[in-house]
């Protein structure tokens, strides 16, 4: 069975870090892209960063580029996504997510159960 | 990139048909094949329902199509049942490996 599960999420002042953990199994690790998308609370979706499955390729939406860098160790089958200076507005769920390829498209057939960052002073 | 739009709300009765909209420009929804269609339960995690525009993952009932029309991409919702009531967000390839979700839309059935 696919399955990936987020770790890492919690409470941090406006300013710190954080790094969040997208554990994987079940699927060629290396075959497939993976996204963070996250969802602020009563919010929509907002799509964060993807890796390519190769890993040569790493994208970021305008709100985190410079302030978050995503990154995959295959021997572990685990995504992470680094969140430098983090600010009020981060706070939301982050899911990860996998791709049906190993590009970002945003076909996201399997995601995991999200972990929750609160920014807060 | 500014999000794709979508109307925030829509509804049908049971069996009924209902199409949702969401609209781009031509350098996203109107020059790539790469729409999605996701169905989020409250409290649940996002549920793909539609691929690459007009694809449909194992799994997921034939009562749920999509397409595209230009800047436009629709979600159809056939002989509506009470468990498809939930959110259903678009998103679409913005090229440059960039990727934008549309607002969400409500979809109740009365």
């Known amino acids: 069975e696919v399955q990936l599960l987020e770790s890492g999420g919690g409470l941090v002042q406006p300013g710190a870090s954080l790094r969040l953990s997208c554990a994987t199994s079940g699927f060629t690790f290396n075959s497939y892209a993976v996204n963070w998308v996250r969802q602020a609370p009563g919010k929509g979706l907002e799509w964060v960063s993807g890796i390519t499955g190769s890993g040569a390729g790493t994208y970021y939406a305008d709100s985190g580029r410079g302030r978050f860098t995503i990154s995959r160790d295959n021997s572990m089958r685990t995504v992470y996504l680094q969140m430098n200076s983090l600010r009020v507005e981060d706070t939301a769920i982050y899911y990860c997510a996998k791709e049906l390829t190993g590009l970002t498209r945003g076909s996201f057939d399997i995601w995991g159960q999200g972990t929750k960052v609160t920014v807060s002073a | 990139q500014s999000a794709l739009t979508q109307p925030p709300s829509a509804s049908g009765s049971p069996g009924q048909s209902v199409t949702i909209s969401c609209t781009g420009t031509s350098g996203d929804v109107g020059g790539h094949n790469y729409v999605s269609w996701y169905q989020q339960h409250p409290g649940k995690a996002p549920k793909l329902m539609i691929y690459e525009v007009t694809q449909r993952p194992s799994g997921v009932p034939d009562r749920f199509s999509g397409s595209k029309f230009g800047t436009t991409a629709s979600l159809t919702v056939s002989g509506l049942q009470a468990e498809d009531e939930a959110d259903y967000y678009c998103?679409?390839?913005?090229?440059?490996?960039?990727?934008?979700f549309g607002g969400g839309t409500k979809l109740t059935v009365l």
């Open positions: 998103i679409s390839y913005g090229g440059s490996n960039n990727l934008l």
